[in-house]
């Protein structure tokens, strides 16, 4: 069993930082890919970023060069550096890993990007 716990969303103002991060428990955290999406009031769930078990990296188009999905196994954690953050950046950000037939997701943590 996967638990996944998001952290680190809040209201920034336009042009700010925030780094997402997601605690996994259980074992066999650094063998699996792992996952960032966000989900808009109103849209669909969509993919942010990837990241493998080898530190191999994805971006959706909308999030290359502000957006850097890392990884501390150690810590059994993954993170998502968002920079530059703009209002259309608004959603609920969600952790993802899959597993086989087994498919988990965090809770969300909300980031909010408003004056």
Known sequence: QVQLVESGGGLVQPG???RLSCAATGSGFSLYAMG???QAPGKQRE?????TSRYVTNYADSAKG???ISRDNAKNTVYLQINSLKPEDTAV??????RGIYNYWGQGT???VSS
Request: hydrophobic share 35%; with cysteine.
């Open 16 to 18: 700010g930082s925030l």
């Open 36 to 38: 960032w999406y966000r």
């Open 47 to 51: 993919l942010v970023a990837t990241i």
């Open 66 to 68: 502000r957006f850097t």
């Open 93 to 98: 950000y969600y952790c993802n890993t899959n």
């Open 110 to 112: 909300q980031v909010t």
